[in-house]
């Protein structure tokens, strides 16, 4: 305040003009000279007084200001009353910042939860999509197995049907018998007779053949004889191979059986 009231006062207080200086015009006389020319001496002229220039007030360009009105002091608040508003002030403020903090977290938080709904829901249709399509390829390929079996086992009772029918062809016409007792009568020649074999053996052999008669499998399903009678007539049959073709080629069976009777 002190100093604004000496800036104020300052400005108001006229200002008092510059000292002029006075101009004094001297003569110097030299004695000596005045003395060699005879001449008198000059009397000394009087000093003529300057003339004081009256002071002209300096221009104003703007008419003085108007002394401002002192404002009028208030009274100061206790210190630690001042001390706890600012206080009071920084926690509003910093409360006002948290709570900005907070929502700004509050809304990223949300944002990221909304995305990874938004994946996590993305994700369950692409498995559920993923799932639909493995079970229907799935239920496709059931579908084909299930026509594949049937399918077999439609070919599977045709070929039966029809071995049946030719077996039953061969044996009314006695090709059959005659196809079988060449098969026999190879076999036989192959035999080696052990000496475990009582007379009389008969033993029902099924044997596996592919086209040409060669054998690939040899069992024997009922046989009067002990192992090694088995074991001898197994490998007569595997000696025999291939086995004698038949006239008739319709009579051909893969699975073929035949009655093995060494006496016969």
Do not use: H
Not at 234 to 254: H, I, M, T, Y
């Amino acid at each position: 305040m002190l100093l604004l009231l000496v800036l104020v006062g300052g400005l108001t207080l006229p200002r008092s003009p510059p000292p002029t200086q006075l101009a004094i015009k001297a003569t110097v006389v030299d004695p000596n000279a005045a003395r060699q020319s005879g001449a008198a001496p000059r009397p000394a002229p009087k000093p003529t007084p300057a003339v004081r220039p009256q002071p002209q007030p300096e221009p104003r360009a703007d008419p003085e200001p108007k002394p401002k009105p002192k404002p009028e002091p208030k009274p100061e608040a206790p210190r630690a009353e001042q001390q706890e508003r600012q206080q009071k002030v920084q926690r509003e403020q910093a409360a006002q910042e948290k709570q900005l903090t907070d929502q700004i977290k509050a809304q990223q938080a949300a944002e990221k939860q909304a995305q990874q709904e938004k994946a996590a829901e993305k994700e369950a249709q692409e498995k559920l999509a993923r799932e639909k399509a493995a079970a229907e390829k799935l239920e496709a390929e059931k579908l084909k197995a299930t026509r594949a079996r049937e399918e077999a086992a439609q070919r599977e009772i045709a070929e039966q049907l029809e071995a049946e029918e030719r077996l039953l062809r061969a044996t009314e016409s006695g090709a059959l018998a005659d196809y079988q007792g060449l098969i026999s009568q190879k076999v036989t020649r192959n035999w080696i007779r052990p000496a475990s074999a009582a007379p009389g053996i008969e033993c029902v052999v099924a044997v596996t053949q592919i086209p040409g008669g060669e054998v690939i499998g040899v069992q024997i399903e009922s046989c009067n004889g002990d192992a090694v009678v088995r074991r001898s007539i197994e490998a007569a049959v595997l000696k025999s191979s291939p086995l004698p073709l038949p006239d008739d080629p319709s009579l051909f069976d893969r699975r073929l059986r035949f009655t093995f009777k060494p006496e016969q």
